[in-house]
């Protein structure tokens, strides 16, 4: 995940370009819940490395505020994305923070992801060209960045779905390649325990 935020950082360096119709079709499908939650399933396939690295955990997005990303397996830690800063928390203690009145860029990443796991794919045109194909309930969508060095980078983004982004995976330059799956999606404030409310 970590070397994901890096990519991220990145992101924030590439110009913004008009929505084309595909975007625009596959967009209409989205829902666009103030709340969504659910579980997610990553695995990482690193270059020289046999064994899969697995993890999972919960996330939250919530519109205007922000994302939370709790790994419960196979170590427990949180990451939280807001507009003004990225706080990493291990065992309830704060690992990391970067806050946006020193870190400027912090809120371009928290803008990146929420794209991402919300499939707003109009804003994602402002980093990546966008090749996406719809039927009447499924979508698929090939990110590919439009900077040269952004695209040594980060390499290539594949977002699937329906109403909501089910799939993403990320082929990285070098090789390395991650996929995360998201399922038991559910939406409205009850989709948040307590616990992760109370992070927002």
């Known amino acids: 995940m970590k070397r994901f935020f890096l990519c991220l950082l990145l992101l924030a360096a590439a110009a913004p370009t008009l929505a084309n119709e595909a975007v625009a ?3 209409a499908m989205l829902a666009k819940p103030t709340v969504l939650c659910g579980r997610f399933d990553q695995s990482k396939q690193l270059v020289g490395i046999r064994k899969t690295l697995a993890s999972n955990g919960r996330f939250c997005v919530v519109a205007g505020k922000g994302v939370v990303w ?16 990225i706080v990493h928390l291990q065992g309830g203690r704060v690992a990391l923070r970067l806050d946006a009145k020193t870190e400027p860029t912090v809120r ?9 796991l919300a499939g707003d794919l109009a804003q994602l ?14 979508w698929q969508v090939s990110l590919k960045a439009r900077d040269p060095a952004l695209a040594k980078a980060v390499g290539s983004i594949w977002l699937a779905g329906g109403a909501y982004v089910k799939d993403i995976r990320i082929k990285e330059a070098g090789g390395d390649q991650t996929s995360i799956v998201f399922s038991a999606i559910q939406t409205g404030e009850a989709a948040m325990t307590a616990e992760e409310a ?3």
């Open 25 to 27: 079709k596959i967009q």
């Open 70 to 85: 709790r790994t419960l397996q196979p170590f427990p830690n949180t990451l939280r994305l807001t507009r003004d800063e």
């Open 108 to 116: 371009l990443i928290n803008s990146v992801l929420f794209s991402l």
């Open 198 to 200: 109370a992070l927002f």
């Open 125 to 138: 045109e402002g980093w990546f060209e966008v090749d996406g194909k719809a039927d009447a309930s499924t």
